[in-house]
């Protein structure tokens, strides 16, 4: 017999048996069995004919259908926004289910395929899921409006890989279906670009948020517990739209724009080599080079608007707190580069207090006085690993940094004082990335012992500097601020308590000496490897970490300062700081680098330089001296350009160059040097609120009470 005839049949006897035991009959009857004995069948095993395959087969895909409808009662009740107004997990009965050997033979969807409407897949979805281990990018594009699918995008094949990195030429192939995803957030393809723009753009974006630990859950399934938040989403959305080579928003010469001194709709000027878009339409972009506005508020606004009602409405349900934050901190950076004063304190305000809320102003070890355990006292509770606490640190110091500078330039009181800290100062960025954990035991506080001036080898950078100065900051503005109050009150606090002296005037009150000597001390004793912040490239963040000393020193000496004696020391100390302030103006000038990707904060600085510049002018103009007089429009024409470059590109620049043209009419008047100058921008006309703008003042006002 050949080695086919020893093969099993699948029946029961199998053939070969039968015919062994029917050649024994024929030869050997009497020690031949009654019934043919099949070698082949084993009592663990049932042999299947047909019918028993179907019928397992059709409990198998009744099992699944169960298990389907299990998830989409799941997903109708999650919070994500994933769901919303979309169709859930189909499990059509007439599907037929797909092998894996049809699945292989069959051509996989690409993304310049229009997507199948829900329902119609030829591949069961509970199918697909069986053989598959990760889902389909192309799969996620969805038709719900705004995004129009009639004529499908052609994208880059690097865009669709979800696991790859953002590098253009990483294959990629994909074969599932799912309509699940996030109404209003842009398609996967558009979105990781997105997301990585904004992680290459903003300079504090690393510290805001952990990358390897968002790239990871952004490739998740949107139903997923992983998954960001949609208002993270639309807030990152919103703001890396402000840097995206493919985001073509409304022109400069729109007639919704009414000049420099009104609410822009958009927070980014038109870039002339941008493709041109259909004006009007709302659709999916045909190409990457050409993502056009989304509406009358623009692409960017569009998404911070929908962050702004996504964060209202999870507030109240307490959905991903922390993300929130996270959102709210992003909106705020876009409104600051909008140029929105009012918005701007309305959302750090929001952000501040619900920082506060979660507690993590306060260190371990630090909590409030109370019966109830110290996870009971903030809304957060205890983070899972290193990294989350890390976060947790680096995005209060955010919140932090930006409302000291943000209120900078006001009288207005901030949200929290800096009694009210006891946060340690974040690790440093290697680190942080890594996953590295460092210790907290030896980490600063705002109360340390000389904590600005000292900075340990181990624990200190960019953004540690960054902090610092900051500080610094803070601690001139409370000084300015409290300083008539103290002073009427002497020792008496509020409410009676005690409270520090204050006599004589405020330049010899031994607060402003401190305050003097701890910033020439800082700016004088930054760690040689941070002592310069521009050289083969630029750090934006050390650069931010190298003007505010000099900020704080303007704002230190500009209420004493008294330019027309020849030896007033606050004058020398207001001219000094805004010299330094020029200094960096010259060495970012010697450079090619973008100011587009600067902290936009550095605007404050440079305007800052600028108006004192323009008290030095006045006087060295009623003093006839043509020499100075030269050298300060000079530098001020500097500022100007810088201020107007930044201009170029957002409306934060344009603003602060319109407010610094301002003080000069005010305080040289129209026949200055500047007079007609090709720098002056278009006079200061009524302001009339564009939707934009309703939107990102009203938003940040009560989100938090709601």
């Known amino acids: 017999m050949t080695d086919s005839e020893y093969l099993s049949d699948g029946a029961l006897p199998c053939g070969p048996c039968q015919r062994s035991h029917a050649y024994a009959v024929k030869n050997t009857p009497a020690l031949a069995p009654p019934e043919p004995e099949c070698t082949y069948d084993d009592p663990d095993v049932i042999a299947e004919g047909p019918k028993g395959k179907i019928a397992r087969l059709e409990s198998e895909i009744a099992e699944l259908k169960a298990y389907v409808q299990a998830t989409n009662d799941a997903l109708a009740k999650c919070t994500c926004g994933a769901a919303h107004s979309l169709k859930l997990f189909s499990s059509?009965?007439?599907?037929?289910?797909?092998s894996p050997s049809d699945r292989d033979s069959a051509s996989p969807p690409t993304i310049s395929s229009p997507p199948n409407p829900p329902g119609t897949h030829g591949e069961s979805l509970s199918t697909a899921l069986l053989f598959s281990s990760a889902p389909a990018i192309s799969s996620f594009l969805l038709p719900p409006s705004p995004w129009d699918t009639r004529q499908p995008p052609l994208l880059p094949i690097h865009l669709l890989d979800p696991l790859a990195p953002f590098v253009p030429g990483s294959p990629g192939g994909f074969d599932i279906s799912t309509t699940v995803w996030p109404l209003n957030i842009p398609p996967p393809p558009v979105l990781f670009h997105l997301v990585e723009t904004?992680?290459?753009s903003v300079p504090l974006a690393s510290r805001l948020i952990h990358k390897p630990t968002f790239m990871l859950n952004i490739?998740?399934?949107?139903?997923?517990?992983?998954?960001?938040?949609?208002?993270?989403l639309h807030a990152i959305c919103g703001l890396a739209a402000l840097y995206s080579p493919i985001i073509n928003e409304a022109r400069r010469d729109s007639p919704k724009d009414r000049?420099?001194?009104e609410s822009f709709n958009s927070g980014i000027i038109y870039r002339s080599y941008a493709a041109e878009g259909v004006k009007g339409e709302r659709y999916f972009p045909k190409t990457v080079e050409d993502v056009i506005d989304m509406g009358e508020d623009g692409f960017g606004a569009s998404h911070i608007r929908w962050a702004a009602a996504s964060v209202r409405v999870s507030i109240g349900r307490g959905d991903r707190l922390f993300q929130l934050l996270q959102a709210t901190l992003i909106c705020t950076w876009y409104a600051y580069t909008t140029g929105m004063t009012i918005g701007v304190y309305t959302w750090i305000g929001s952000a501040i207090k619900l920082a506060a809320s979660l507690g993590i102003n306060v260190a371990n070890g630090f909590e409030?006085?109370?019966r109830l355990p110290p996870i009971m006292l903030s809304l957060l509770g205890v983070p899972k690993t290193h990294t989350e606490a890390e976060t947790v640190r680096n995005v209060f110091w955010i919140a932090y940094v930006m409302e000291r500078i943000y209120c900078g330039g006001t009288v207005w009181p901030l949200t929290m004082n800096d009694e009210d800290i006891s946060q340690i100062l974040p690790c440093r960025l290697s680190d942080f990335n890594a996953g590295i954990y460092v210790p907290t035991q030896s980490r600063q506080c705002i109360w340390s012992d000389n904590m600005i001036l000292t900075h340990q080898p181990l624990m200190t950078d960019a953004w540690t500097l960054y902090i610092k100065a900051t500080i610094l900051m803070s601690k001139v503005r409370s000084f300015n601020g409290r300083y008539r109050t103290k002073k009427v009150f002497g020792t008496q606090g509020p409410g009676g308590e005690a409270g520090s002296f204050i006599g004589g005037s405020p330049t010899e009150s031994q607060d402003f000496m401190i305050l003097d000597q701890t910033i020439s001390s800082f700016v004088n004793g930054m760690p040689k490897a941070f002592k310069e912040p521009v050289e083969t490239t630029v750090d934006p963040v050390l650069y931010m970490a190298h003007l505010l000393p000099f900020v704080a020193m303007i704002q230190l000496h500009d209420p004493h300062a008294k330019p027309e004696l020849p030896d007033d020391p606050s004058a020398a100390q207001l001219l000094w700081a805004t010299r330094g302030i020029l200094d960096l103006i010259y060495k970012v000038c010697a450079t090619t680098f973008d100011l587009l990707f600067l902290d936009h904060s550095c605007s404050f600085c440079w305007f800052v330089a600028g108006a004192s510049i323009i008290r030095f002018l006045k006087v060295k103009m009623q003093q006839k001296d043509e020499e100075e007089v030269a050298r300060l429009t000079q530098e001020l024409g500097a500022v100007k350009f810088m201020l107007n470059n930044l201009g170029d590109?957002?409306?934060?620049?344009?603003?602060q160059i319109k407010l610094l043209e301002e003080i000069y009419v005010i305080e040289i008047g129209a026949g200055g040097p500047f007079a007609g100058s090709q720098l002056s921008l278009t006079s200061p006309r009524s302001r009339e609120p564009t939707p934009s703008m309703?939107?990102?003042?009203?938003?940040g006002l009560s989100f938090i009470n709601e």
Request: charged content about 15%; overall charge negative.
């Open 92 to 98: 059509p009965s007439d599907a037929n289910a797909t």
């Open 198 to 200: 904004f992680f290459s």
């Open 219 to 232: 490739r998740q399934l949107p139903t997923s517990p992983d998954f960001p938040h949609v208002g993270l």
């Open 259 to 261: 000049g420099p001194a």
């Open 368 to 370: 409030p006085l109370s």
């Open 649 to 655: 590109r957002t409306v934060i620049g344009i603003r």
């Open 694 to 699: 309703n939107v990102l003042e009203d938003s």
